[in-house]
């Protein structure tokens, strides 16, 4: 019976011919002959296919004529890191023949492995053949989570591409076309990947063995921007201790860089929800860093002059602080007040708005709400007569309220509380960007479905703002599945080069449609959500290239034909 493992071929052969190939299990493998040794390996070049059989060897090394990458003929490694390793096989002479050992490599093993080279090295492509072979051979998203998370936060501090990755898996709960998964995780890991590469390394400190009101010292280490005594403190907590003690942080000063703290700390409960808060003391620690050294925006001139938001904001906290955590639910007409109210043009009475509810037993989680939507009205009616950096500014104000709202569910504490009176003061200081308001549509069509989500793709991907937002509201105005809808917007927004900003903004928009279910406003935020996202596109695309190529390598194509 035929040994599938193994190869033979004269030897005389190989060294006449100086290169033999032969297919072994579908698979063709390139036999070498050069200066009395032989070698074997796989005839496709790992970076692209290209047959090795045409390329030149010299001194052991094998190179590509395509793109000329070079592989170590002895163990499969390339000088050119771009290019991947290639894959080889042992050989031995033995009666003048020569036998390859073809023992096919653990496939996930082998991708777990590129796939940390590809992402300490920046390296897309690799990275994205890497997803592949691990999609294919049955990792969930989660274990792909904490392979990724673990292996960049051991070394290095959160950062956006790390926000952007738990949206992408936040997305993926959709359930997309393989395609489509797999062009959204390279989206995430990339751009984890381009914030580590060639930074620093952090080295975390190990956790106390026995230490007393760590929360306290906590909070006065972040306050004294004490980055190493913080991270020592928050390392030695258990997990639900060092939530509490991030939140009470965070909401001690305002509106913290511009609120991108409070989501990155959401962010990061979210990415613990899919790895296991065991992981809780290094994914907390990673933030301490940007959380010392915040911007607090009580600082900030614009919170006191001419209003002094400020003194007014404060002086509310500490009328909510003796008053109990409410458990009501706001109707559809309570709702609208406190929306409205939220919105005024007045320096006062939106924060007295808050008060009042918390003192009529409203539960602070649909206080968050009432903001989200704020918020999302905000974003929404963002005239396009504004200056483009102003996106920015609602944009803020948009994921911020949305962070808020999860954290809420979550756990309703007084510091988050905190945390609802910081944005109305930010939703105040953006009420110039809605002078004049972009109108919200409220016509319908007679288009069917089909008809509409392909014009909802079109206007996203060529900046037809004003008519991704009619889409939007016709669609779900004649109640046509919500899911497709956001499938498309999900594809729209993985079709370009995702950037933090307008992941930030898919997320919110579609956390908070799901949150307003039940009241009548709740497609305002799908609407701020494609008007953000059609003025952000097309962009270049790159992404999407580099996935077809991968997909078409693993499919065993050709390139070079």
């Known amino acids: 019976m035929e040994d599938l493992r193994i190869i033979t071929v004269p030897l005389k052969e190989v060294k006449d011919k100086g290169t033999v190939v032969v297919n072994k299990n579908g698979i063709n493998v390139l036999i070498i002959y050069d200066k009395g040794n032989v070698y074997a390996c796989d005839i496709r070049c790992p970076h692209m296919g290209y047959p090795l059989s045409k390329g030149t060897i010299r001194d052991g090394i094998l190179i590509c004529h395509w793109h000329h990458a070079r592989f170590n003929l002895n163990d499969g490694g390339t000088f050119d890191l771009w290019a991947d390793d290639l894959t080889t096989y042992e050989t031995k002479i033995v009666n003048d023949k020569v036998i390859v050992n073809f023992k096919e490599r653990d496939v996930k093993d082998h991708a777990v492995k590129r796939l940390r080279k590809g992402i300490d090295h920046d390296i897309d492509l690799v990275i994205a053949k890497s997803i592949i072979d691990l999609l294919n051979n049955g990792i969930s998203l989660n274990d792909l989570a904490k392979e990724v998370s673990i292996h960049v936060l051991r070394d290095h501090e959160w950062n956006s591409g790390l926000n952007i990755f738990t949206i992408i898996l936040n997305l993926l709960n959709y359930d997309l076309e393989l395609e489509w998964k797999i062009l959204g995780l390279l989206h995430g890991i990339k751009n984890v990947s381009s914030q580590i590469f060639e930074r620093p390394k952090v080295i975390y400190p190990e956790p106390l063995e026995n230490a007393d009101n760590l929360k306290n010292w906590f909070r006065d280490f972040i306050e004294g921007r004490e980055v190493n005594p913080a991270r020592r403190a928050i390392i030695s907590m258990r997990s639900e201790d060092g939530l509490d003690a991030m939140v009470a942080s965070v909401t001690d000063h305002f509106f913290l860089d511009e609120g991108h703290i409070l989501d990155h700390l959401n962010k990061e409960t ?101 903001l989200g939507l704020a918020s999302a009205y905000r974003e929404a009616r963002f005239h396009t007569q504004n200056d483009f950096s102003d996106w920015e500014t609602v944009h803020h104000q948009f994921v911020y309220s949305n962070a808020l709202y999860r954290l809420f569910e979550r756990k309703e504490s007084f510091y988050l509380i905190r945390g609802i009176y910081h944005g109305v003061g930010n939703l105040y200081l953006t009420r110039f960007l809605n002078i004049p308001p972009a109108r919200l549509p409220k016509e319908r069509t007679s288009r069917n479905e089909e008809e509409i989500i392909k014009s909802l793709s079109e206007a996203i991907g060529s900046k037809r703002i004003e008519e991704a937002s009619l889409d939007v509201y016709d669609y779900l105005i004649r109640e046509f599945p919500e899911d497709t809808l956001i499938k498309t917007i999900i594809r729209s927004l993985f079709i370009e080069d995702v950037s933090f900003h307008t992941a930030q903004t898919v997320d919110s928009g579609i956390s908070l449609f799901n949150a307003l279910k039940g009241y009548d406003e709740n497609y305002v935020p799908l609407i701020a959500t494609v008007r953000y996202l059609s003025a952000h596109s097309p962009t270049n695309r790159r992404s999407k290239i580099t996935v077809d190529v991968a997909i078409k390598l693993s499919k065993g194509e050709a390139l070079y034909t």
């Open 270 to 370: 979210e990415l613990l929800d899919k790895i296991g808060w065991d992981n809780s003391r290094l994914i907390f620690a990673s933030l301490i860093s940007q959380l010392a050294n915040a911007m607090r925006h009580e600082e900030d001139p614009k919170w006191r002059i001419p209003d002094d938001l400020v003194s007014i904001i404060n002086s509310e906290i500490s009328k909510a602080q003796d008053m109990k955590i409410g458990k009501e639910r706001l109707d559809q007409k309570e709702m609208d007040n406190l929306v409205n109210c939220l919105l005024q043009d007045d320096p006062k009475k939106p924060f007295e708005c808050v008060t009042q509810a918390i003192a009529s037993n409203v539960s602070p989680k649909y206080l968050s709400l009432a």
